[in-house]
């Protein structure tokens, strides 16, 4: 999968990234801004030892509301090639990391694939986790088949209209929801060790945010509808607002508990089994890692 003429992502923008920033803002290098163990994933990707995070800099997708808007939005970090990202993988699984979680990778899926493969061939052996916006093509899906093990996406809306105003993408639910099932079809319903760290599968996040129950209903509707009632997700509370959000509403306050309780209520009721659920006092900074230091 080459950069010239990227189309690694819904945005297509046919850009050599050589010579030109692509909308995600980044030229043809691999930055990673944080490389570290991470404990604020789902318990199953966390578990004691934490999941090796590698927070890659910028997004294809690039919200209004971004909870890591510090890497976000310009290039920041270290430019790494395919072997010193294997060479990071490495690192974090000597530390105990359970996983190797890519965090926003999309853009960097290139180095990504090659990295992977040469981690394998010097000892590398956990899962690897896909911890993405959801805004993919089945294209790059397909060329990470058999590559990563858990799916981490994001399902962050249905509506054409919330994900234009607030992610600049009317097409995110065209393209997201076939991600998602192209996902499960690759690693199915999350299975889990005799200590609960998982080992393959689908986890589907959605952040709520302030006034959008209605938005959480539809996209429980979705993957109730597609996907087993076993399918794992994961309803997050820890909404703050941050970047252009803090002035622009509904996105300019934190989410109320009667609303976290409803959307967690309705998937109850429509007959989830497997949800993750964030102590409501999770709206802190304290899910956000702190991205001016690379590695713990
Ligand atoms: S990865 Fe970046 S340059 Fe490539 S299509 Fe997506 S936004 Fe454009």
Same mark, same amino acid.
């Given at each position: ?47 004691t030892k934490g999941s090796g995070a ?83 093509? $089945?294209?790059?899906?397909?060329? *990470?088949?058999?590559?990563? @093990?858990?799916?981490?996406?994001? /399902?962050?809306?249905? !509506?054409? =209209? ?29 299975s889990l060790d005799n200590s609960g ?5 689908? $986890?589907?996040?959605?952040?709520? *945010?302030?006034?959008?129950? @209605?938005?959480?209903?539809?996209? /429980?509707?979705?993957? !109730?509808? =597609? ?57 802190? /900074? ?11």
């Open positions: 999968m080459k950069t010239m003429n990227c189309s690694i992502c819904p945005r297509k923008c046919n850009i050599d990234r050589s010579t030109k920033f692509g909308a995600c803002g980044l030229d043809d290098g691999c930055y990673v801004a944080r490389a570290s163990l991470h404990m604020w994933e789902e318990p199953p990707i966390s578990g590698i927070f890659f800099s910028n997004c294809n997708l690039r919200c209004t509301f971004c909870q890591n808007s510090g890497i976000s939005r310009s290039i920041v970090g270290k430019r790494l090639d395919e072997n010193q990202l294997a060479s990071e993988m490495l690192r974090l699984m000597e530390a105990g990391a359970h996983n190797i979680n890519f965090v926003s990778p999309t853009p960097h899926v290139k180095t990504i694939i090659k990295a992977i493969k040469l981690a394998k061939k010097n000892g590398f052996t956990i899962p690897i986790v896909y911890n993405t916006n959801g805004y993919e093509t $089945i294209k790059t899906l397909t060329a *990470l088949n058999g590559l990563i @093990d858990i799916y981490l996406p994001d /399902l962050k809306y249905v !509506s054409p =209209e919330l994900s234009r105003r607030f992610s600049g993408a009317w097409d995110y639910f065209e393209y997201a929801s076939k991600a998602v099932l192209e996902m499960w079809r690759q690693v199915g319903t999350l760290i998982a080992k393959r599968g689908l $986890i589907i996040r959605h952040l709520l *945010l302030p006034n959008c129950v @209605d938005e959480a209903r539809r996209v /429980l509707d979705f993957i !109730s509808n =597609e996907l087993p009632k076993d399918t794992f997700i994961s309803l997050m509370s820890q909404y703050v607002p941050m970047a252009e959000a803090a002035s622009v509403p509904p996105l300019n306050r934190r989410i109320t508990k009667r609303e976290y309780e409803r959307a967690v209520g309705y998937a109850l009721n429509i007959g989830f089994r497997n949800i993750f659920i964030q102590r409501f006092s999770s709206q802190t /900074l304290e899910y956000t890692p702190d991205f001016s230091v690379y590695s713990d």
